[in-house]
């Protein structure tokens, strides 16, 4: 084999190796791109649905709390009942 077919050889050889590598490097960079895009979006509707299981923990929170005053209302008129009738 001539020294000049061997070095073309060589010569090819390494660049396809070099862009194997930066098309790996570019493709990876791709993946992990889409990854984080997808990531924020799950991120988001995550945070979504936490601030409206929030907002419905206050409404029945409150809701509760009104029905406790309610009862604690009630209870004071039993209570006053019971010492009346004793």
């Keep these: 084999m ?4 061997t070095f073309s050889l060589l010569t090819a050889l ?5 862009l194997a590598i930066f098309g790996m490097k570019y493709f990876s960079a791709g993946r992990i791109a889409r990854r ?3 990531d924020e979006a799950r991120r988001s ?4 649905r936490l601030i409206a299981a929030q907002a419905a923990n206050a409404s029945v929170l409150s ?3 009104a029905d406790l005053a309610e009862i604690k209302s ?3 008129s039993v209570v006053h009942v019971l010492e009346d009738v004793r």
């Excluded at 001539?2 to 077919?5: A, Q, V």
């Excluded at 390494?14 to 070099?18: D, N, R």
């Design 63 to 65: 809701a509760v709390q």
């Design 36 to 38: 984080s895009e997808a």
């Design 2 to 5: 001539d020294h000049s077919t």
């Design 45 to 48: 509707e995550l945070i979504d």
């Design 14 to 18: 390494a660049l396809v190796v070099a």
């Design 74 to 76: 009630v209870l004071k």
